[in-house]
């Protein structure tokens, strides 16, 4: 749909300027009084105008805090009793990202030709996932479209949360990290050359931790090529090779055995497993049909292939909680808490209940984490620096033995 420039004023009398879309000029000036503002001019794009916004456009993104705004304007509009075509056309209004407003925009027109609210989401799969349209889906056939998005923000809140925290963790040793190896670095190939110099020609003789950054200086002087492409070839391996299904499922089973790292993952993930598993459930989705979506959810390929083998396993009669304790993977208090749920019917509370106890867990383990990184990563920045200082400086008490004789 075409853009607009407009110059409005509200009830009060203050000057509002902005943009918004609409399919003619008629449409977008009767959506302006419909917000009770007085219109001072309405004039569509310039060509410029168009070509800077097609630019911006172009390097602006959609991340998950502005489908969650979105999420949550949509759920208070429905709940006070607008329909969806008026409350996604306010929402248009109001949104400054121009690429999500544009995704709303062919919502909005996919709606308006009569296809469901969660078909049209459906064709945008960048900005919504398979679960996001499995929830509207089920609440647009319940009617209960205001609780499902309300549930859906509960869970965007939580999972931004623990994505903040992990990302938090992760920052501070590899700001420090890259710092590391940006100042050694320079001290092998710029500082300590210089200095062995020295000492050569006054014929000192080396330690060994100072022979042994000597060499690795020459090394990195004269095959620095052969490093960065060792590495970058390393990448491009690793990536093609997790690429495949059979080393994503490798790499998930190392990384779940990693001490300390293992269990904040497998905790994460049994989390996101019984909150979108729970919320499905809750919602009135089959329990194969909740299986199918959460899986496209979970980041381990292990757990992955554990529902897999758990859909197939349902299928032909078995418990959701024999088929879990089979795995091996999933503890037995998780194992216990849905077994209950299954013999008492109250499966989806019991899932929601396991969600809230790993996002505890996980809370805990992010804490401990950051707890250990820190004095873990001074003592080795400490040994580093340690070593670098003795060998620059062994030298030159040589060399004061050297001078005296």
């Known amino acids: 749909m075409p853009v607009y420039n407009y110059k409005v004023r509200d009830k009060f009398g203050l000057l509002i300027k902005g943009r918004t879309v609409g399919v003619n000029l008629e449409t977008v000036a009767a959506s302006l009084r419909s917000l009770n503002y007085t219109i001072l001019s309405v004039t ?18 959609v991340g998950g805090k502005e489908i969650l705004l979105f999420t949550r304007q949509l759920a208070s509009m429905i709940h006070a009793g607008l329909p969806i075509l008026s409350s996604l056309g306010n929402i248009i209004q109001q949104t400054q990202n121009w690429v999500l407003k544009k995704v709303l925009e062919q919502i909005f027109s996919d709606i308006e030709k009569g296809t469901s609210f969660a078909s049209a989401v459906e064709k945008h799969p960048a900005y919504f996932s398979k679960f996001f349209v499995s929830m509207i889906n089920v609440g647009e056939i319940s009617g209960r479209l205001d609780e499902v998005l309300n549930r859906l923000v509960i869970i965007g809140k939580q999972e931004a949360e623990i994505r903040s925290k992990l990302k938090s963790i992760l920052f501070y040793p590899v700001i420090l990290l890259i710092l590391a190896m940006t100042v050694i670095s320079i001290l ?14 006054m014929g000192v003789d080396l330690p060994l931790a100072t022979r042994s950054l000597l060499g690795l200086s020459a090394f990195l002087k004269n095959f620095w090529w052969a490093v960065a492409a060792t590495v970058v070839v390393g990448i491009i391996l690793f990536r ?5 299904s059979q080393g994503r499922f490798n790499i998930d089973q ?5 001490p300390i790292f293992g269990q904040l993952i497998l905790k994460y993930n049994l989390a996101r497993f019984s909150r979108t598993f729970g919320s499905l459930i809750k919602s009135g989705l089959p329990v194969l049909q909740g299986l199918a979506v959460t899986e496209n959810t979970l980041n381990s390929q292990v757990i992955v292939t554990i529902i897999k083998d758990l859909r197939s396993s349902i299928l032909e009669g078995q418990s ?8 091996g993977v999933f503890p037995p208090m998780v194992i216990q808490m849905i077994s209950a749920g299954e013999q008492t019917g109250k499966l989806d509370d019991m899932l929601m209940e396991v969600a809230d106890f790993y996002d505890i867990e996980v809370d805990y383990e992010i804490r401990n984490l950051t707890t250990l990184l820190e004095p873990l990563l001074l003592v080795v920045m400490g040994c580093l620096i340690l070593f670098m200082a003795l060998a620059v400086l062994k030298p030159i008490f040589n060399l004061t033995r050297v001078i005296r004789g």
């Open 44 to 61: 569509p794009l310039s060509s410029w105008e168009e070509h800077l916004l097609a630019f911006k456009m172009r390097f602006q993104k």
């Open 188 to 201: 092998l190939i710029f500082v300590l050359p210089r200095f062995i110099s020295v000492y050569g020609s």
């Open 240 to 244: 093609k090779y997790r690429s495949t």
């Open 254 to 258: 190392f990384l779940l055995k990693v």
């Open 320 to 327: 959701i909680s024999e088929q879990l304790k089979l795995s």
